[in-house]
Structure formats: C-alpha cells, structure tokens
C-alpha cells in the first residue's frame, strides 16, 4: 500500500503536470478577461475562477479551482518527494513551503471569502451583513424569518408552502433582471396593489451585477382572505404584507443576509469636504464592537484606507447615506479564512532567501579559508 502511495506521489510531481497546467492557467485568464465585457466582473470570477468546471458548449473543461488544485498537488508532491532534505538545502525548503502555503492560502479564499456590506444609522447598531450578490426570496412574521429561498431556485410555475405559513405561493413570473412598466387595464383583473399599476417584465442582465433588478410575480391561495396576485422586488421600498389569522407576513425579495458573530453600534459619522465643494475628501466611522460570545466590548474608528480587523473579519468604510434624517454608514465586510497566509507566507519566503544566502556565503567563505591554508 505505502509502495502504491509513494509511486502515485511521485508521479503527481513530475514536472510535465506543470507543463500543461500552466497553458491551461494562461488561457482561462485571457478568456476571463475577455468574457468579463459582456457578462460582468463577477459572473466572469464565478464561472472562470471560482468554479471547478466550465462548460464550452456540451463539453466540461478544467476552471480555475480544478486547475489551482492540480498545481497544488503538484507543487506538494515535487516538495515532499523531490527535495533534498538536507542543512544545506534548508533554507530553498523553507522558501519552496513558503510559495506551497501561498498558493495553498490563494485556494482557501477562493474558496470561503465572503463579501457584503453593513448598513447602521448613527445612534443604531446592526449584526446583520448583506451580501452585494446573491438575492433571496424571504417571508417574515414581523421580525422572524419564517422561509428564504435563493433567487436561483426561483422559477416560473414553482410552488412554495411550507407548516411555517398558513398560504401557498405560485411563482407566476420570475426575472433575475427586470424592468417595471405599467399594467394594461385588461390585464389588472386580480391583482391587489400596487400590482394593479405595475407590471415586471425580463430584461437582460446587467454586467454589473448590482444593477440586476432581481423581482417576481407571485399568486397567494389558501387564506380565504388575502388570496390574489402580487408583485415584489429587490429594494421595493413597500413589499406586500399579509395578514393572515391576525398574523403580518411580509414577502420581499432581498439581498442574502448573514449574521455577524458580534454587533457593530455607530456612535458618530464624520464627512470631511474639499474647499468650496460637496465632495468628500474623507469620512469615518466612529464605532462600538459589542461581542457577548467572547465577552468583549471596545471602541474604534474605520476611515478610508484604515481598516477594523476582527475575528476573521475586516471592516472597510465603503460609503454613507446622507438623505435621511439621520446619517448611515456603510461598511464594506469581508470575511476571508485565508488572510493571513500570504503573510505568513511571505515571511517563510524572505527568511527562506536569507537562509540560503548565508549559507552560500558561509561556504565560500570556509572554501577561500581552506585554500589560503593549503
């Protein structure tokens, strides 16, 4: 079984693994960066980079996670059966584990990093992320989620229920994209408003994805009450409420939420202006980081270029909101379990170097003493 191993390992280092998958690497960037016009910097990331396979047509190839994944195992198989495991040898070992984690780190973030952003007023706090993406369809009772479901599951026909809401849903139109025209009056028979007014209607999607109008149409049977036609959509400022048994249930098609581990409370937002203009040439946020999991409770400011790092997590100051009666802050939050190993990584490779050079240099030295002495 170990002979089996170790022929298989040694196999898996050859460099002619290498020799194609470095083509492979060069030429899904060039398409990447080609597709990235038409279809947006994010769908271009998920389908060329952050998938394991790509479909060309009816045939799957290699992506970018699938290819990363070969030249690590590559990259680990040359390390540990190709290296020579000797002092003098030390300090290559040591820079060749470095670019092993590096990659390894490159993988791992592709892998688990999350994006969002958090939206807190001054005087608020807030433990919720929302996600610049994904969109989900969510029925709540007052402040408790009862049911989300993710836009791609959505399509025309489907039927939701569910022992958590007292009605069924019939999707009667889905649009990832939408756009929004007014409903002919020959068509306005069954709808409750603002249905009655306004109708959605597909359109291609955006190349940035956050332009995407994510909506649906939907029928409601089952309450002998509230049945009838109803439209909602991602930011629609009134989604329609039902009330059902005296209970309020909302349905709103919103961006993917994810809870913070600990609560961030916006004690004050400061703009700074250039002369003579309305533009910002700084902004901050003064917050509260509140952790009852870990006991903890501190203050800190974020401003741009000036980062909070916590807990696996990192706070950018994004943007803000000034239209309202108070102001908001927006938080860039980026979750990424691989941050730290392209430091560590780094460091394992300079000291690596350092190693190897004084080492080099350790022995020329004791050659030139040995010849001066013969």
Partial sequence: MLETIKKIATRLAQPDILFWVLPMMMALIVLGTIAQKSIGLFAAQQEYFGSFFLMLGPIPIP???????????NLLCKFVMKSEWTWQKSGTIISHFGVLLLVFGGLMTALTSKEGFVMIPQGGSSTIVEDYHARNLAIRSETETLLTIPHEHLENGMTVSDPKIPFTLNVDKYCFNCTITSRPENLQQGWER?????????????????????????????????????????????????VVNDKPYTITIERARRELPFSIELKEFKRALHPGTDMASAFMSQITINDKEQGVSFPATIEMNEPLRYRGFTLY??????NGEVPYTILAVVENKG??????????????????????????????????AA
């Fill in 63 to 73: 992506a970018g996670l699938s290819i990363m994944g070969v030249f690590l195992i």
């Fill in 339 to 372: 941050r730290l190993f392209p430091y560590i990584a780094s460091i394992l490779i300079a000291l690596g170097l350092i190693i190897h050079l004084g080492l080099r240099i350790a022995n020329r030295i004791k050659s030139r003493t040995e010849e001066n």
């Fill in 194 to 242: 603002p249905g009655i007014f306004m109708m959605l209607n597909k359109a291609p999607a955006e190349s940035q994805d956050e332009k995407n109008l994510t909506g649906i149409e939907f029928s409601i049977t089952g309450t002998h009450g509230v049945d009838g036609k109803y439209l909602t959509f991602d930011g629609f400022p009134k989604p329609p409420t039902l």
């Fill in 317 to 322: 100051q994004s943007s803000f909101d000034l």
